[in-house]
């Protein structure tokens, strides 16, 4: 039988980071699950050398269960590591790699449990998805969620197996990055009024996202998180060329992390006019908020069918919020499929130097999703 260990110790030599292909990944995860008797559907990137797969085993109904991961991982650059980040090593019965947690340990896990079921006895089918560029803010899968939808694509729930350290979680806030372009004019800040400064203008943007936090932190809650409050940051500001120049231009990024039921577009529509109003007070300045990137948050209801499933094969009643996104809530929205959380390794050890999972939570997953597929036959 196919051994999960030596599955990520292959999957983790793909040095699959974010800005490069993931391929070869790809092509060496749909023989194996070709040989293994399932139906192969990739679907190419919007950037070259980009893959999303949905590989399916079972009938073709619409009453399966989706199991899905990223097959990206983030950069080493910088980091202090004590081996080989694509070499999987095992040290005091931690297995060291680049996505030992972040997740490819979840993939190992989703190809070898798809290699132990029976997947002539299936009277549904069991769905495998890997996607890429989710690191970069769940990117790659929304063509794939979008080609899935256009086919009418349905199944009784998803699994995500991001690292929860096997907890099962229905929740987690949505995104939204942007920036605040502040546009100026230049002068010399000898006569600062034939200018407009925009790092002022931003000054004012600012003071601005503080008031609006301050309101949300009097609104709309969810103690089932650390900070239970939509939240609304200012993440970097860039401007200015030199002392005696009133600068023309400065930016801020922003981010706003929100909770269920958010109404995230006035959000947005209260940034928008204070910018207008800030520009139209200036002296011929402009500010414009553009949102860069989002994705929406998850609210899975205990009761969906797929939550009950997890639960069950998770061994537990508790379910659980968690402060990190991921592709989840791009489900429920392309797809209405309900979607949660459950995969082996821990959040904490992601995205640094010697990343690890061990081997008793790759052993827990195997038994999870062994349970989750019985539910297939
Ligand atoms: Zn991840």
Redo the contacts with the bound molecule.
């Keep these: 039988m196919p051994d999960t260990v030596a599955t990520l110790a292959e999957l983790a030599a793909f040095p699959t980071i974010s800005a490069d292909s993931n391929e070869a990944l790809i092509r060496h995860a749909a023989a194996r699950i070709t040989a293994a008797g399932g139906r192969i559907h990739t679907l190419a990137g919007a950037k070259p050398g980009k893959f999303n797969m949905l590989a399916s085993f079972g009938p073709a109904t619409g009453a399966g269960i989706v199991l899905s991961g ?1 097959s990206d991982v983030v950069p080493v650059t910088g980091q202090n590591w004590q081996t080989d980040p694509f070499t999987l090593t095992e040290r005091d019965g931690k297995l060291h790699a680049r996505g030992a947690s ?2 490819k340990g979840f993939l190992a896990a989703m190809l070898t449990a798809a290699q132990r079921c029976d997947a002539a006895k299936l009277t549904r089918p069991l769905h495998l998805i890997f996607s890429y560029d ?2 970069i803010g769940c990117i790659g899968v929304r063509d794939l969620l979008e080609r899935l939808r256009a086919e009418h694509f349905q199944a009784q729930g998803c699994i995500i197996g ?1 690292p929860t350290e096997q907890r099962v979680i229905t929740g987690h806030k949505g995104k939204i990055a942007g920036c605040v372009c502040c546009r100026g004019r230049a002068a010399h800040s000898a006569n600062p009024a034939l200018g407009c400064n925009a790092i002022m203008l931003a000054g004012e943007m600012l003071h601005e996202m503080r008031d609006l936090q301050a309101e949300l932190t009097k609104g709309r809650r969810d103690d089932a998180y650390p900070f239970p409050f939509t939240s609304l940051h200012a993440g970097t500001i860039k401007g200015g060329v030199a002392l005696n120049v009133v600068p023309d231009y400065c930016e801020i990024e922003f981010e706003i992390r929100h909770i269920a039921g958010e109404d995230t577009s006035a959000l947005l529509r209260r940034l928008g006019a204070a910018g207008e109003r800030l520009g139209a007070a200036s002296n011929g300045g402009t500010v414009e908020v553009r949102v860069t990137n989002d994705y929406p948050g998850v609210e899975t209801p205990r009761g969906a069918a797929i939550t009950q499933i997890a639960l069950a094969a998770a061994h537990t009643e508790e379910t659980g919020k968690i402060g990190f996104g991921t592709e989840a809530g791009l489900f429920t929205q392309a797809l209405g499929m309900e979607t949660v959380i459950c995969g082996p390794g821990s959040i904490d050890r ?1 995205h640094k130097a010697d990343e690890y999972v061990t081997r008793d939570e790759l052993a827990a997953c195997d038994s999870f999703l062994d349970r989750v597929i019985a539910t297939l036959y």
């Design positions: 990223h972040d997740m989710e690191e991001e992601a």
